[in-house]
């Protein structure tokens, strides 16, 4: 249960740090975030929502901390269109 409250206040300020353009928060925090699929589809999530703040080039560096190769180059596809 602890660890899933914390998963969900990862998650919860990774999401609020890509809202805000805040660039090294939305890193720090979806480095801490223990299970890979969680990770990356935040990492996803929080790399879109760099590219509607206007950090364009930000958010292609999150995209790149996905390690999975579909939802990573899918991402990164969606991001220089």
């Known amino acids: 249960m602890r660890c899933l409250l914390l998963v969900i206040l990862v998650l919860g300020v990774a999401e609020s740090a890509a809202a805000a353009a ?7 925090a979806v480095s ?6 969680t990770r990356d589809r935040t990492a996803a999530a929080a790399a879109l929502k760099l590219t509607s703040t206007g950090k364009s080039a930000e958010a292609v560096e999150v995209a790149k901390m996905i390690n999975d190769e579909p939802l990573r180059d899918g991402t990164l596809s969606r991001l220089t269109k």
């Open 22 to 28: 805040d660039v090294d928060i939305v890193k720090k």
């Open 32 to 37: 801490k975030i223990g299970d890979p699929p």
